[in-house]
């Protein structure tokens, strides 16, 4: 297969390009809802400074009337302009998945060795809290203001039913779709502890054991990017025993590959359809515009009021920079990690999951868990800069996340939007108005403190940089680890 085959943005964009196209379109589709927005006209301005400019479109977006409207707009837009190539040949992707043309591929199934039954275990700060212990950590990791209050009502609720359960919760009759099963962050130990059925689709092969689940994986792999429709064919085939819960986690970064790859994996459930996909699951980074809750804020606003001593200093020297948050929407975005991730945080992570959240599939109410998971200490942010920078984290209140914590707390905040039918994105719970769904599946949040600061957050990285590498001079010179 040719390099430039597989799923292409149309036109040979870049991601930088693409994102500031579909944003300026639709300002020119909803002047008034986001005339407050100061998009950067030029391509190669937008791209120097799309961290402002993209929390200032997303807090004129979320206040307006059409907040929903606009989000279906960017989501229908973005899958459009996803194209499968092949040599000459050019094509929608969500016309190609549609098709039922190729043949779903061999499979490897490991099965069950254990009982099933899930525990509660969280491991915090170099202590495992175990059974009704977890909630003792997650008491300590709200009161720090880590995760909203929606999250620690999330977490207690899930601990709480395993409790119930006799401490070991059993999964064994949920059957789940793991695209990028083998992330650093994925629930695949989770799922299989609890006894799950789970379809592994990674270009990496399993290399564990099933334990109390079984494992189906194909022989080769699958690259979703490059071949797209096997990927297809083995889901459909997987799910012919009726719908399974679809889990979104797939990594690629680079060259515009995290847009292209997170575009998949949604139009992947678009073309699928809610005869297929009962649930979605995935992750969003702190370092995009969230969406700040009530509790946040006012922490946010009680620091910019009496700053420390030390920050006044640096914010006096122009290192510290507000203001932290444009409305309600923090200004999380770090530079470094480019525009063509943030296009793929917020177009095919935000944007698509309030889409879903308020549409559904196919005119039919899905489940969705699209939760905040929080910065973690993962292979992906093994640059430098990043590390040094994480030495000096705490001393703005903010948590950097080892894998082991972030599995332990998404993964069950996942289960409980999955299992509670009271949970904010729940399929059956009733809201007044579409934008009080948005609203809601936007409220479980484990954000580390990124959302509490009344600085830019990038402005905190730098300066944490600076007091890290007083701790650590020597992380400078390391090189990054692979991904």
Known sequence: MKISDGVVLAGGETGSGFFHRLLSEAIRRFPEALEDAQ????????????????????????ASRQRVEIAQFLRAATLTELRLRA????????????RHDVP???????????????????PLDGR???????????????????VTDAAAKALTWVVERIEAAGGALDLSAERFVLFGASAELSPIALLLQGGA?????????PQLEAGAGRLISTEGGDDLLANPGAGMAAVRAFASEGPVHVGLFAYAPGASRELRLAGVMDAMVEALGPKVVKSVSLYISPTSPGETQPEDLAVAAGRGRAPRLWQRGFQTAGLLK???????IARG?????????????????????????????????????????????????????????????????VRIFEPATTRAVSGLLMLHDLLNPEAPGAAGKKYPAPRDRARAVRTEQVHGGVYDLPWQFESAVKTAAVLGLGRRPDLLLRRARPA
Do not use: C, M
């Open 333 to 397: 975005v770090i530079s470094l990690q480019g525009a063509g991730y943030e296009a793929a945080q917020y177009l095919t992570k935000i944007i698509s999951g309030e889409v879903l959240a308020t549409s559904g599939l196919g005119g039919q109410p899905v489940t969705l868990s699209v939760n905040v998971a929080g910065i973690t200490n993962t292979r992906s942010l093994s640059h430098p800069l990043f590390q040094v920078a994480f030495q000096g984290a705490p001393q703005f209140g």
């Open 39 to 62: 998009l950067p006209g030029a391509p190669q301005a937008f791209k120097r400074s799309y961290g402002d400019a993209l929390a200032r479109f997303e807090s004129a977006r979320v």
């Open 322 to 328: 507000g203001p932290g948050h444009f409305g309600n």
């Open 197 to 205: 059925t789970v379809r592994w689709v990674d270009v990496k092969a």
């Open 104 to 122: 779903a591929p061999k499979t490897v199934t490991l099965e069950p060795t254990k009982a099933p039954g899930l525990s509660a275990e969280l």
């Open 87 to 98: 040599g000459e040949k050019e094509e929608s992707l969500l016309e190609a998945l549609g």
């Open 128 to 146: 495992v809290y175990r059974g009704l212990e977890v909630l003792e950590a997650v008491k300590k990791l709200h009161a720090a203001h880590h």
